[in-house]
């Protein structure tokens, strides 16, 4: 089934968002290897890497159901971070635009009556699920253990440990 010109804009639209999110990832673990939090700076080369492949993955369905392709520029992350904190709270309130993103193409899709599309986008809609809970913890384990210390390089090294 061709997918509906309305739904393949906004696939479109989401590709641009996953590649930026994998810069924006990418600028994050530059910013913790300078730091010298080097277990952050692997988990966010892993988060980009991750949103690279969520592109990947819009952009083969989008192609399979005869979607014409628009690459637009990719603009360049504009975050300084302070702290490892403030990458977090950067990662969540990301990962929470997009959520608000994949919901929008749920509706549409929804709309549309376009099944697989739904299919497709569930496990979108179950993986922010996990990015934004996973950040969240994270996020709430920092502010308990503050922006130095023991507690920051025990919590870095565990980070380190994503594979």
Known sequence: ???????????????????????????????????????????????????????????????????????????????????????????????EFITRRINTLMEIAQRENDYLAISFLTWFVNEQHEEEKSAERTLNRLKMIGSSGSGLIMLDHQLGKRE
């Open 1 to 95: 089934m061709k997918i509906s010109d309305k739904l393949a804009v906004e696939i479109n639209e989401q590709i641009g968002h996953e590649f930026y999110s994998a810069y924006l990832y990418l600028s994050m673990a530059a910013w913790c290897d300078s730091a010298n939090l080097e277990g952050s700076g692997h988990y966010f080369r892993l988060q980009a890497k991750e949103e690279a492949e969520h592109a990947m993955k819009f952009f083969n369905h989008a192609l399979e159901r005869g979607a014409n392709i628009v690459f637009k520029s990719i603009p360049e992350p504009k975050e300084n971070f302070s702290s490892l904190v403030d990458v977090f709270t950067k990662t969540l309130a990301h990962e």
